[in-house]
């Protein structure tokens, strides 16, 4: 099966913004083949943070979840690439940055986030995510951006 042309919204976290790695990984990105389409600097509210992780509500890191993405500001970037969703995924590596720097140390949790809550950087897990997520920060983000990344259209 083909991989087709996708976009996904990745996000710099509270960490590594407060730490001067932001154009670090925006040049990580860029350098690995991405299209910044749109990028936000902004600081979460606790309910946008709840509302963005709701998947997550009850579980026992939710309540560190929350306070440590509402901490300070962020990037989100809506990014495109063929293949988006699972290349940003694998370029930021594991969860749990102690383990990306066991088992994948150049990648960007490895190199700049500290944990399993601080870990630099968020992506899209799904086509289905990454329209919900895109549309989160870009409400009014526009086909006239996208059409040239060819079949975004059908997710958004
Ligand atoms: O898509 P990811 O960010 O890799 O992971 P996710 O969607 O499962 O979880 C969202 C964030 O919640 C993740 O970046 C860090 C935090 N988190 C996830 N699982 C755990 C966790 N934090 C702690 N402390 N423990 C966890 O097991």
């Not at 350098?31 to 600097?41: E, R, T, V």
């Not at 963005?52 to 009850?58: A, D, I, K, S």
């Amino acid at each position: 099966t083909s991989v087709s042309n996708e976009f996904t919204l990745a996000m710099i976290k509270p960490d590594a913004v407060a730490a001067g790695k932001a154009r670090d990984i925006m040049h990580a990105i860029e350098s690995n083949g991405f299209y910044i389409i749109a990028k936000k600097y902004i600081q979460l509210t606790e309910a946008e943070a709840k509302e963005f992780y709701g998947e997550h509500e009850g579980k026992p890191f939710f309540p560190n979840l929350i306070t440590f993405m509402t901490s300070g500001p962020i990037y989100a970037l809506c990014m495109s690439k063929i293949g988006a969703i699972s290349a940003w995924r694998a370029l930021m590596g594991p969860t749990n940055s102690k383990e990306a720097r066991e088992i994948k140390p150049t990648s960007l949790r490895a190199l700049y986030g500290t944990d399993n809550t601080k870990n630099a950087c968020h992506g899209s897990d799904s086509t289905n995510s990454a329209r919900r997520e895109v549309l989160f920060y870009f409400p009014d983000i526009s086909f006239p951006q996208l059409v040239d990344q060819g079949d975004l259209r059908k997710y958004i």
